[in-house]
């Protein structure tokens, strides 16, 4: 007979580790400003310092903690810095973090209602909280055939709103079937500014690249809704079946809005799926002042995310998905085996998550909504949201007065696209230049053929000092590179 | 000029919020055992006691623990109580919890090395450490051309991995040009009594029903290599390609562990792509004396995955999947626009995650495994494994040695399927009332064609003497049902 082994879970070690690892964090936190805001790690560096076997003995928090200063923090960009204003910020805060704690201490799986009903029914709800304060359309409430859910992020999103498209243009016959020998192949679209989330979704759900077509922009970057019109035609005329229609709501590159309303109209001659990715811009929605263009068109959609992750303060992974009609979610997605039977499921009465995602489990990701939500108030998080949008302004007008640059996109929210007028190779060695400095980071896009800077304002720490900062770093900069021009 | 709004993140406030939530958490394990395992809530009953809209201003965390305590907590099955022994417990411990809280802390994105260097070279790492941990085989090791990677399940792992396959098989044609109007349909195959991930990976790759065959199993639920044989064969012959075979070690229902050495000879001879699906038992080849039938064939698959979530003590998220050659995962799944560019990348010489998996963004899911690991040390978790596997053969001996039971399969490691000899009906009712009690929680199979409970040891909480109440309480059901009879 066999002892029981050392304790996995001990209450009172892990309250006293767990301070520590909260203090480590908020130091962490408060000694992010000196920090090089990207790592200057090379390929290797960190593996280089581990040890090449697992331990086969215990070690003390205080040893992990040690390496984690020496040997990770080094290789880490630091995305909460306050001068981190590449990609799209993924903004955390505390109560998100305290929220995805408790997710962890719980452990509960929310794949089937059943199998922990707060799980599910939490979701549900903040969920609808969220849709309301977003300003979305009723149809995507859970008081109706409709509703939202969590997935891990927009890519994931983005699969199944197309898989349950492709259910729905097939009558279930692609399920049942598989595309092989199908005569007619489904097509799906969005704009060739949309995010490549599109490319990978219609790769993995089997249309392949030919019939995942990139429509035309116009100058500000947003789709033509002729050109979608047109391909649309035409390929219903060359015998096959428009299926899928993306319309972003804040391009990756310059945050440009596609005309939402326009394309619904396209997608309804055609009784096509409609899906609005707004990953980053969704979250404006908050702000009633912001909200018409991003919301736009909403009403025709079968289904719209965005990511809470992103600038709402809810730490990755946290993208929110609606659907207008779950029962196509759950008819591509659902499996039922005999192991998961029971008698909620039976009874058609309870939402099963599982049967709107890739992955069965899935963790209880609602607490960090609720707790966002909660403990700072959804007037909190629009402040934030407008200063942003406020700070992201001053600088384009700085970049605007400044004749050595030029903006290449008009403004969009907290996203400012813009170069140097010397062109884009120098543009490309002021990015270089900034970003070996350390003191912050962006990305680039390629904006129309141009090569761009991009500055995304939504870190949670980022001040207005911050947008002044990088300004003047930029400047300098540009001064530097004109004298030894 | 706007001022900064409220600080999203308050490090002093954050230090004594933390440690209220860690000692809330502490508090939810020590008096984890008095509750019923199984909520008793019905559908509706834990969204009417929450307010209809969002809160407009904070509330004090206070608020939420009460609501914590009141709403929520009724409303969870408590996955981490000693008594849970339903489907396969997502086992986890202190220090993993401590890791999900790191990661959330740091909230950095790992979609690509340059994003955060550390968080995808200590993922290779560990799962390096983790390959040799598990004696599988070296072609698996990051410094050749195979490596490992963290999923958030064993769902997204074969669905990945199938998508590899049929890139694999149809010279990424299917990426290129989708799976329509192909005239050869490519086949995957799996056993009867694999996992329904299978079916769903199918579907959403495009394979569809058809062409996922179930393979016959024999009496202990292991896949006829034959019958696989034939069928592959069969399908060759109609101008079919076998393309995918899913080799299951440790089925859901009754932990059977296909023989994985006659399917890979099977495999070979077709050039499929053979993945292993080992998500719960692969955690037990961390013991040598369990490892040979685990790791058995594995050095012939192409794809081996197992989740550190069930029964190594790490929080779900977190599936390890290996693969023997990269570069399938990343001509299958990879997209590199423009704003994701930089120099590492373009180099070659660096892992970057985002292209062997369905999302984009990636949290440091690594650090909760390196946590688990050093904090427990191997030799730890081995002995919880074996431990885990003594009580379910002790349990096993006690059903085998009660003239009213007899067990459905041979014990698996910790799994027993067992039923009543009065019937299936019998054993139905008996499940019901030992789960209505509340006093422990399990879930059913169906093995062969009877209807089998399933006794899972692996909670991290779980002693001896739960096993022997959960048995008691079956034995003390039991005489009470054949008294009312």
């Not at 789709?223 to 035409?234: E, F, R, S």
């Not at 929210?413 to 543009?427: E, M, N, Y």
Request: charged content about 20%; glycine content about 8%.
């Amino acid at each position: 007979m066999r002892r029981m082994p050392t304790p996995a879970f001990d209450p009172e070690r892990f309250r006293r580790e767990a301070r520590a690892v909260v203090d480590w964090i908020a130091d962490y936190w408060r000694t992010l400003e000196p920090r090089p805001v990207r790592s200057q790690v090379a390929p290797g560096d960190v593996r280089a310092q581990l040890p090449p076997h697992a331990p086969n003995e215990p070690e003390p928090l205080s040893a992990v903690l040690a390496d984690l200063d020496r040997v990770i923090v080094p290789g880490l960009t630091h995305w909460q810095h306050p001068a981190f204003f590449a990609y799209f910020p993924a903004s955390t805060s505390g109560p998100s973090i305290l929220g995805e704690l408790l997710a962890a201490g719980l452990g509960v799986q929310g794949m089937l209602w059943s199998t922990s009903p707060a799980c599910t029914e939490l979701e549900t709800h903040v969920l609808d909280w969220l849709r309301e304060l977003l300003g979305l359309p009723e149809r995507f409430a859970s008081s109706g055939v409709g509703g939202g859910v969590i997935h891990d992020s927009a890519s994931s999103g983005l699969l199944c709103a197309l898989v349950a498209a492709r259910e729905r243009a097939t009558h279930l016959q692609s399920n049942r079937h598989g595309l092989a020998q199908t005569e007619r192949p489904l097509v799906a679209y969005a704009s060739a500014a949309a995010h490549s989330s599109f490319d990978k979704g219609a790769r993995i759900a089997g249309l392949g690249d030919a019939w995942a077509r990139r429509i035309a922009v116009d100058a500000r970057g947003r789709m033509d809704p002729g050109a979608l019109a047109a391909a649309m035609d035409a390929d219903l005329a060359a015998g096959r079946v428009p299926c899928f229609v993306c319309a972003t709501v804040g391009t990756t590159a310059s945050g440009a809005i596609d005309p939402v309303p326009e394309i619904a109209a396209v997608v309804a001659r055609h009784g096509a799926w409609l899906h609005v990715d707004a990953a980053w811009a969704g979250a404006a929605a908050l702000c009633p002042e912001l909200r018409p263009p991003l919301v736009a068109g909403a009403e025709a959609a079968d289904s719209w995310g965005f990511n809470p992750h992103k600038w709402l303060l809810v730490n990755f992974d946290c993208h929110a998905l609606w659907v207008a009609d779950r029962t196509w979610l759950v008819q591509a997605l659902a499996t039922r085996p005999d192991y998961l039977r029971n008698a909620a499921t039976d009874s058609g009465g309870v939402v099963d998550y599982a049967e709107w995602q890739v992955p069965l489990g899935r963790r209880f990701r609602a607490l960090k909504l609720w707790l966002t939500l909660r403990m700072l108030g959804a007037e909190a998080i629009r402040g934030r949201i407008r200063a942003h949008v406020a700070w992201a302004g001053e600088f384009a007008s700085w970049v605007a007065a400044d004749p050595r640059f030029e903006l290449l996109a008009q403004p969009s929210l907290s996203l400012v696209c813009f170069g140097l007028r010397a062109g884009d190779a120098a543009s490309r060695r002021l990015l270089d230049r900034l970003n070996a400095g350390g003191t912050a980071f962006l990305s680039q896009a390629t904006v129309g053929d141009r090569f761009a800077l991009r500055l995304a304002v939504g870190a949670a720490l980022t001040e207005r000092r911050h947008v002044e900062a990088v300004w003047a770093e930029f400047s300098r900069l540009a001064a530097e590179a004109a004298q030894s021009a």
